[in-house]
């Protein structure tokens, strides 16, 4: 027997640091982790960071 899928809606936004150039990366906060796509290529998926690692990504690249 299959287990029944669960379906999340995500919310995705373009994130601060894309450029208008198409180098575009689309986030989204969810409750333990940070998601990112490639808003070019969403049909291949997403990555996903623990919350405390994306803020520390964040945090680094903050001149």
């Known amino acids: 027997m299959t287990e029944p899928r669960i379906h999340v809606f995500i919310t995705w936004h373009k994130s601060s640091y894309s450029t208008n150039g198409g180098d ?10 940070t998601a ?3 808003t070019q290529h969403r049909d291949l998926g997403h990555l996903a960071y623990p919350n405390s690692e994306w803020t520390a990504l964040l945090l680094a690249l903050k001149p």
Do not use: K, P
């Open 24 to 33: 575009c990366v689309e986030v989204a906060e969810l409750r333990a982790e």
């Open 36 to 38: 990112v796509r490639d």
